[in-house]
Nanobody, 124 residues
Framework: QVQLVESGGGLVQAGGSLRLSCAASGRTFSIYAMGWFRQAPGKEREFVAAIRWSGSTTYYADSVEARFTISRDNAKNTVYLQMNSLKPEDTAVYYC?????????????????WGQGTQVTVSS
């Protein structure tokens, strides 16, 4: 099993920045990719960004590309999501997730491990 713990959420004004962190523990050698997802009230959970555990391949949702950056520190077993130029529509609970297989890196259903989520609120 893999345990994931997010941190770094909070309240920020529109145009501001936040950095989310996700610390992984347990059987991290089984991870193929790590992703960030978000879920706003009344909406389905959606893909935000993902990164392969080895190598440098990254993936982004169109709505966040050029504003958000995903990165990782393998020595710390930690994945980060740097969020810049935040907008009120970015308000959601953000979840860190890990997957074992290579298929469906942008698919909620393909992820095997989930964190508890961290709230991000962007005020206008």
């Amino acid at each position: 099993q893999v345990q994931l713990v997010e941190s770094g959420g909070g309240l920020v004004q529109a145009g501001g920045s936040l950095r989310l962190s996700c610390a992984a523990s347990g059987r991290t050698f089984s991870i193929y990719a790590m992703g960030w997802f978000r879920q706003a009230p009344g909406k389905e959970r959606e893909f935000v960004a993902a990164i392969r555990w080895s190598g440098s391949t990254t993936y982004y949702a169109d709505s966040v590309e050029a504003r958000f950056t995903i990165s990782r520190d393998n020595a710390k077993n930690t994945v980060y999501l740097q969020m810049n130029s935040l907008k009120p529509e970015d308000t959601a609970v953000y979840y860190c997730a890990g997957k074992r297989g290579s298929v469906g890196v942008m698919s909620v259903a393909r992820y095997d491990y989930w964190g508890q989520g961290t709230q991000v609120t962007v005020s206008s």
